[in-house]
């Protein structure tokens, strides 16, 4: 097959594998009819895996592995039929089903895949390794599922008569791979499923088995993959054994030597049905490589591959207690797809003891999500832990890479490709320090830069020998830039070739890394820096020139609030209002709106506080009943450090985590905690930070002035050089993309290495710089569109609102490029207070010259680059990098020479920059895209026609909620047809004269809507969901009552579970209801242009009312009873909520609905016969009629 043609094998069976979980996951739910028995199965399946999270959450995990167990079975058996192994045919023929349906013509299509699986997995003759049940296979899909699988295989194409072939497909080719990694998009996810690459596997053999071989004998040689996936490693291993066992002993069988090597090249992994894979790959690829044609030959071959956790430490904890050998004896010939965890446990005791010589591994990069693992490898064994390198928020590959030097016999070697976020990130330190500092650390490779399919994460190679250090040196190949874009062959990519050519030269260097071998020393310390071409003696040159550090000048740094469960604390000031939380609401600064010395807040958040960094509102606040109760369990689940707020002496409804003494005093320093380039804004109090927007506290005593000197020096080009080199880089590409250029890659500035940053003395002189930059840019962000609407005049003109704009544009325009004027000049200062200039011809802020980013001397040579390249490239060329898109994804246009209207001082002072940088290396490394700010020119458009926008949906909702009960959008109208200051502002954001105002309010009224129905906002699935939020606020109301009672924390929402994206978009994962009205679908109108809508700020017992009312009117207008069920089932649904409002009023309304519909409410029956009648609608709204302006 060919790439297409594998991805859209691929794409379908994915298809089949996401609906048969579906059906496994409700049979292990209990949700089908009839299902108790899987779901007494599941459950012993759960304790058995020792798993320490949710059992829904294992079983969708569960429901998935099985779907594609059951999945690759089918592959397997159409391999073995393409491939002449298995005959006659059993799937892609009907003989073998017509047969069976003969012997059995009761049962169906799971059956007779049963029959044939089990007739494979048959000791004589089949291929038990391949086909036995594993422990997890507790059920099997519908007949229906099954039946479409096999229509699947045997449908031929319409013209060519074709079926797909696995006739030219080998087991140890890409294909397999890409099954075991895209099947199933959570389980990839879950378990961090990513191939290793051939060119990258064969480096890492290269450096760890070949000289394995050379010392320790190649029938000595034992090879583990404590974390083998598919079984790449493994197959690679197998070959080159078994290649170099049969040139030292060319007597010897080739079956003999499948056996010998297939004994010592071993694989663990936590993934099933990659264990299911692995053997598979591995069981044929040796029976290819001994010259086996035949299933019962095949099978005479057992690959060392187990279902076993590779961080368990199972040699470790059987010492000094007996191993369980009966337990292992009595299954030592079954196939080892159907052990049982303990079985394995008891097996592996015996491989995993004796240790190997060589030990290579691609672990997963992701955090562990089971708390009970994370006990596990946290928990204290004799004199310490289990792994000292799981610290903090750690990633599995540092305790993988831990753990396989434990695996390693005395002096072995260990090879590692694993995520590089350890070498900055704090949870790195003990890895480093306490790890590798003391073993033989002989080689780093930085792959972090090069194009690795698959690898979305930053990497980086170890290779190391499991013994102490030796020499006093480690060669390293540091990275200095990336791919220019995505290689044609990834194996050839320039990175990687420069790898491969240059790692065993010292000294070796070209544009993408370069070759040294540095102290030992520099490899025993934590952070590592790996920058190459001269970086790391840089910033060995900055840290040179400094006081003290920023730690040692600040007090704290980090987030002021973790709200804990976003979702119902975030809310916009007009969506608070609506549920009486007004007077709570707050700017909320995360990481995004902290750029260029302003903080622009997009997001609000309820603080349930009395004042900034006071006491919690109390339980009595209208908001606490109001909005928070319905969140009541699932608030009061939090934790932090183990503890729930209430836990912690506090109310359930404050935030998860609040650091007052970060909100006592005004003044901070927030920065981004995730951004390409550095942002540092100075804020004077009354917002709260999230952990994307730490902030930096100086002493209570330290005045503006101190915050802004140190601000200059942070906002400079020197410091994110200097940041860029500590702070972990999240990477250059994103699965099979790339970010091609050294300015896009996204740098994560941790509070921690934050306090290492050096502080010059002379940092006071930064401070006018600073001053006028964080004044020119408040100016801007004052100036907003929301600004100039206050000083629109009631009685303005669209004429007149469209120059106060253009005006407001040419203010901002000139403000900003005195900013970046500002900006260079601070740059070029700071080099000089670095002693990286001499120079210091830095002018005063007052005396700059306002210029576009283009001018400045640094884009001037970016510029001309690019266009010699663009040039080469015309002329049929093929240079040396590609064109550069910086100008055109911040929207300007490139200039390659100085305009005469630029200055004769700015110009002069501008060439000789260019000049130095030219001729000092150190000035050249930061005077780039990489370091220098990327000033955007603002999509004015886009950001006026928000404004207004948003100005207008205000306004529109201003008059709905004078409305008392349920209105049309034309009654909206007719309410605010003569407002001539909205008209103009229709007028300029509509960009029309003659627009329609019908068509505007109805537009924004329907999407800013979600329906009242419950049939009509929800899916299937989110009925079932709000069921269980019903079952929660019920128990809630128990609990109220003073009954003894635990209310279960219900589950979340996911955006397939509503009926339009758009409500999703609204409410969010927790249902939040933060729309501005309410639709009345339920009403039975035949003409949506009239639909009803109400006020999403009126209380449950008014909208209650509102629907009782109109109840009555329909039974008027002659609606029959069952038109209204859906009016009435959605009022009887809001009494409970009324009842706290007004029990007296609320009951009243209660008495007066059961007369109508009886005293349990709807019947569910009843429900969906008016829910087949009514479905949701699947259009928004429209007027009638366009009408001109009114």
Request: hydrophobic share 35%; proline share 6%.
């Amino acid at each position: 097959m060919n790439v297409q043609q594998r991805k859209r094998l691929t794409e379908t069976l994915r298809h089949h594998t996401v609906v048969i979980a579906q059906d496994l996951r409700e049979r292990m739910r209990g949700i089908t009819p009839g299902s108790q028995p899987v779901l007494a199965l599941a459950k012993a399946r759960f304790e058995d895996e020792q798993v320490g999270g949710d059992f829904g959450a294992w079983t969708d995990l569960l429901s998935r592995r099985v779907a594609v167990l059951w999945v690759l079975k089918t592959v397997y058996i159409r391999v073995l039929e393409d491939k002449g192994l298995l005959l006659p045919k059993r799937l892609v023929d009907e003989g073998a089903q017509q047969l069976f349906e003969r012997l059995a013509p009761n049962l169906g299509e799971t059956a007779f895949l049963r029959w044939v699986m089990r007739d494979l997995a048959h000791n004589n003759g089949g291929l038990p390794e391949l086909f036995e049940n594993q422990p997890a296979e507790i059920v099997t899909p519908s007949d229906t599922l099954s039946r479409e699988l096999i229509h699947f295989w045997r449908h031929q194409d319409a013209d060519t008569h074709a079926r797909w072939t696995f006739a030219d497909e080998t087991f140890d080719g890409e294909l397999m791979g890409d099954l075991y990694q895209e099947l199933d998009p959570e389980v990839k996810a879950r378990y961090a499923l990513c191939q290793t690459p051939d060119f990258v596997r064969r480096l890492m053999l290269d450096q760890t088995l070949t000289p394995a071989i050379a010392e320790f004998g190649v029938d000595q040689v034992r090879v583990l993959d404590p974390s083998c996936g598919s079984g790449h490693f493994l197959i690679d291993g197998f070959k080159r054994l078994a290649q170099a066992t049969a040139h030292r002993f060319p007597k010897r069988s080739r079956v003999e030597i499948t056996h010998h090597v297939l004994n010592r090249v071993v694989g663990l992994d936590i993934n099933d049905y990659a264990c299911a894979l692995a053997r598979t790959r591995l069981v044929m690829t040796a029976a290819e490589w001994a010259g086996v044609t035949g299933l019962a030959e095949a099978a005479q071959f057992h690959p060392q591959v187990y279902w076993a956790d590779g961080l368990e430490q199972v040699e470790r904890d059987i010492q000094g207690r007996p191993i369980q050998l009966d337990l292992y004896k009595t299954v030592e010939q079954s196939p080892r797809p159907t052990w049982t965890r303990d079985v394995v446990r008891a097996a592996l005791g015996k491989v995993l003891l004796p240790k190997f010589h060589v030990v290579v591994a691609n672990p997963p990069y992701i955090t562990e999500k089971d708390p009970a693992r994370k006990d596990y490898h946290r928990e204290t064994v004799g004199k310490g832990r289990r792994y000292v390198s799981a610290y903090k928020q750690y990633s599995l590959g540092s305790p993988f890479t831990e753990r396989c030097f434990q695996l390693a016999t005395d002096g072995g070697y260990v090879g590692i490709i694993t995520s590089n976020n350890f070498m900055k990130r704090e949870f790195g330190k003990p890895l480093i320090e306490k790890v590798l500092a003391h073993l033989d650390l002989t080689m780093v490779v930085d792959t972090s830069q090069a194009y690795i399919p698959h690898h979305g994460t930053p990497t980086v190679l170890l290779f190391g020998r499991n013994r102490k250090p030796l020499a006093n040196t480690v060669r390293a190949v540091m990275g200095k830039r990336g791919e220019s874009g995505i290689p044609e062959n990834p194996a050839e990519g320039k990175v990687w070739s420069s790898i491969v050519q240059g790692y065993n030269q010292v000294g070796f260097e070209n544009d993408y890394v370069s070759v040294a071998d540095l102290p030992r020393e520099t490899f025993s310390k934590h952070p590592w820096s790996l920058g190459g071409g001269g970086a790391s003696e840089l910033k060995q040159r900055i840290e040179s020139q400094t006081a003290h550090v920023l730690g040692d000048i600040c007090t704290e740094i980090g987030r002021t609030n973790v709200c804990g469960e976003d979702d119902v604390f975030i809310m916009s000031p007009a969506a608070a209002d609506r549920v009486e939380c007004g007077s709570l609401v707050c700017p909320l600064t995360i990481g995004e709106v902290v750029r260029d010395w302003i903080i622009r807040p997009n997001e609000y958040v309820l603080y349930p506080y009395e004042s900034m960094g006071g006491s919690p509102i109390a339980s009595n606040h209208p908001g606490v009943g109001r909005h928070f109760w319905r969140y009541r369990t699932l608030l009061k689940a939090r934790t932090v450090f183990g503890k729930t707020p209430e836990q912690k002496g506090g109310m359930w409804y404050e935030h998860l985590e609040h650091y007052l003494e970060r909100l006592r005093t005004p003044l901070s320093i927030a920065f981004a905690f995730v951004a390409t380039h550095n942002h540092f804004v100075l804020d004077r109090g009354g917002k709260v930070f999230k952990q994307s927007a730490p902030v930096i506290k100086l002493p209570a005593d330290a005045t503006e002035d101190d915050h802004l000197a140190l601000l200059g020096l942070l906002n400079s080009s020197t410091a994110c050089f200097w940041m860029k080199q500590v702070f972990h880089n999240k990477g250059a590409s994103s699965g099979d993309t790339i970010r091609r250029e050294v300015w896009e890659p996204f740098i994560e500035f941790d509070s921690t290495k934050m306090k290492q940053f050096p502080v010059v003395a002379t940092s006071r002189q930064t401070l006018p710089y600073a001053h006028l930059l964080d004044s020119l840019a408040q100016t801007r962000a004052d100036r907003s569109v929301a600004a100039v609407l206050v000083t629109f005049p009631q009685t303005g003109t669209a004429t007149e609102l469209r120059s106060l704009l253009q005006k407001r544009r040419r203010h901002n325009e000139d403000d900003l490029f005195r900013m970046i004027a500002v900006q260079e000049e601070l740059d070029w200062l700071c080099y000089h207070l670095y002693g990286l200039d001499s120079e210091n011809d830095a002018v005063p802020p007052d005396q700059v010259e306002p210029i576009p980013p283009t001018l400045l001397p640094w884009c001037i040579s970016l510029a001309l680059a690019d266009a010699d390249i663009r040039q080469a490239i015309s002329q049929g060329l093929e240079p040396e990098g590609l064109p550069t898109d910086w100008f055109s994804r911040h929207g300007w246009t490139p200039a390659l020479v100085w305009p005469d209207t630029l200055s004769n001082t700015t110009h002069t002072r501008y060439a000789a920059r260019r000049a130095r940088t030219e001729t000092n290396p150190q000035l050249a490394l930061i005077e780039t895209a990489n370091y220098k700010r990327r000033w955007y020119n603002t999509d004015v458009d886009a950001e006026e026609k928000d404004g207004l926008r948003l100005w207008l949906e205000d306004r529109i909702e201003a008059a709905a909620k004078q409305r008392q009960g349920a209105f049309t959008a034309e009654q909206i109208v007719g309410q605010i047809q003569d407002d001539a200051q909205l008209l103009a502002v229709c007028e300029v954001w509509t960009g029309q004269k003659d627009f329609s105002l019908s068509v505007l309010v109805t537009q924004l009224v329907a999407e800013g809507s979600v329906p009242n129905q419950r049939f009509h906002v929800y899916k299937p699935s989110g009925l079932e969901k709000r069921v269980l939020w019903e079952h929660t606020w019920e128990d809630q109301r128990r609990e109220d009552a003073g009954e003894k009672v635990v209310p279960q924390v219900p589950p979340a929402y996911v955006q397939g579970d509503f009926q339009r994206n758009e409500y999703w978009t609204l409410r969010g994962k927790l249902d939040v209801p933060k729309e501005r009205y309410v639709a009345l679908t339920e009403v039975p109108t035949q003409d949506p242009s009239q639909r009803l809508y109400c006020w999403a700020g009126m209380t449950a017992l008014q909208r209650a009312k509102t629907l009782w009312d109109l109840d009555e009117m329909l039974e008027e207008q002659g609606f029959a009873k069952e038109d209204r069920l859906g009016v009435l089932d959605s009022a009887w649904r809001l009494l409970p909520d009324a009842k706290k409002e007004d029990p007296a009023t609320a009951e009243r309304l209660r008495a007066e609905m059961a007369a109508v519909i009886g005293n349990e409410g709807i019947s569910e029956l009843r429900m969906e016969e008016w829910r087949k009648k009514y479905p949701a609608p699947k259009n928004q709204p429209k007027p009638k009629s366009s009408p001109k302006r009114l």
